[in-house]
């Protein structure tokens, strides 16, 4: 129903900043609440941050809130995520994921779709 696929990671040195990015097809963007989660090997695959259909609301997890910032642009189904002040804590494989909800949620159970994932790796 609708596919999406991430894209901009690499590799960048600590203090530095990074934007992914996800391409949407299928079904408009603006159906769905998207969200960012990133899995850090061995660990659990985390929120890090949500927006609203129309962009009027975002929320972030508590370790990235004044350094990410979530954006999007419905007429091109396009989703952002703009990392600054990185720390090698970020690193991860960074997902990008839709929802059907009505609130902004926190959970991976409460997305429907999900990209393949870019990698982000934070030197320092």
């Known amino acids: 129903q609708v596919q999406l696929v991430e894209s901009g990671g690499g590799l960048v040195q600590a203090g530095g900043s990074l934007r992914l990015s996800c391409a949407a097809s299928g079904r408009a963007l603006s159906r769905y609440v998207m969200g960012w989660f990133r899995q850090a090997p061995g660990k659990e695959r985390d929120f890090v941050a949500a927006i609203s259909r129309n962009g009027g609301s975002t929320d972030y997890a508590e370790s990235v809130k004044g350094r990410f910032t979530i954006s999007r642009d419905n007429p091109k189904n396009t989703v952002h995520l703009q990392m600054n002040s990185l720390s090698p804590e970020d690193t991860a494989v960074y997902y990008c994921?839709?929802?059907?909800?009505?609130?902004?949620?926190?959970?991976?159970?409460?997305?429907?779709?999900w990209g393949q994932g870019t990698q982000v790796t934070v030197s320092s």
């Open positions: 994921a839709a929802s059907s909800a009505y609130f902004l949620p926190r959970t991976t159970g409460e997305y429907n779709y």
